[in-house]
C-alpha cells in the first residue's frame, strides 16, 4: 500500500488537488474571467492527461483509481461553485452535475467496498473534459463576457453528458451479475 502511495502519477494527482483551491481564489467576482485562473485552470485540467500517462506506463495503483476521479471532481465542483457563488453560472445545471457526481461516487465506494473496481466510462471521460471547457471559457478573459454563450451552451452540454453518463452506470449496476459458479461451489 505504501509502495501505491509513492508514485510519480499519484504525485501529480496529490498536486491538482492541494493547487486546486488556488485556481478558486482567483476566479474574479465580476464575471471578466482572468488569465491567471484560466492559465492554473489549464495546467491543472491538462496535468489529469499527464498522471494518466504515468499510470497507464508504470502500472495504475488503487490509490490513484481513488484519487484521480477526486481531483476531477474537486476541480470541476470547487470552480462550478465558486462560479455560482459569485453568479456567473445558473445553479441549475451545477446542482444536476453536483447531483450526479455525488451519486456515483457513492457507487464507487460501496462498489470498492465488495472489491469491485468501478472505471470511468469513456462517456464519463468526455463528459468530465467537457465540464473543464465549460469552466475554462467561463474563465478566459476572451469569452468570459463577450461570448457567454459558449461556456452556458458547453454546461448544459456537460449537463446533458452528465445525466447519461450517470444514468449508464446506474444501468450496469442494475443488470443482472453474472453467478460465478466456481466461486458458489461449497
Not at 453560472?89 to 461516487?105: C, D, K, L, N, Y
Not at 466510462?121 to 454563450?149: C, E, H, I, M, N
Request: glycine share 6%.
Amino acid at each position: 500500500m505504501v509502495e501505491s502511495l509513492n508514485s510519480w502519477a499519484n504525485g501529480v494527482t496529490a498536486m491538482r488537488i492541494l493547487l486546486a483551491p488556488l485556481v478558486f481564489l482567483a476566479i474574479p467576482e465580476d464575471g471578466t474571467g482572468s488569465w491567471w485562473a484560466f492559465l492554473l485552470w489549464f495546467v491543472l485540467c491538462s496535468s489529469d492527461g499527464v498522471d494518466g500517462y504515468i499510470a497507464r506506463r508504470r502500472g495504475p495503483t488503487a490509490v490513484g483509481a481513488f484519487l484521480d476521479p477526486l481531483a476531477d471532481k474537486v476541480l470541476v465542483l470547487g470552480a462550478m461553485f465558486t462560479l455560482v457563488a459569485h453568479d456567473i453560472f445558473w445553479w441549475v445545471p451545477v446542482a444536476i452535475i453536483a447531483g450526479r457526481e455525488v451519486t456515483i461516487s457513492a457507487y464507487r465506494i460501496i462498489k470498492s467496498g465488495r472489491g469491485v473496481s468501478v472505471p470511468a466510462s469513456r462517456l464519463g471521460k468526455y463528459k468530465t473534459v467537457v465540464q473543464q471547457f465549460a469552466v475554462a471559457f467561463a474563465l478566459f478573459p476572451l469569452t468570459a463576457l463577450d461570448a457567454t454563450w459558449s461556456w452556458q451552451v458547453l454546461l448544459w452540454i456537460a449537463v446533458i453528458l452528465t445525466v447519461v453518463s450517470g444514468a449508464q452506470y446506474l444501468w450496469h449496476a442494475m443488470k443482472p451479475q453474472p453467478i460465478d459458479m466456481a466461486s458458489s461451489v461449497s
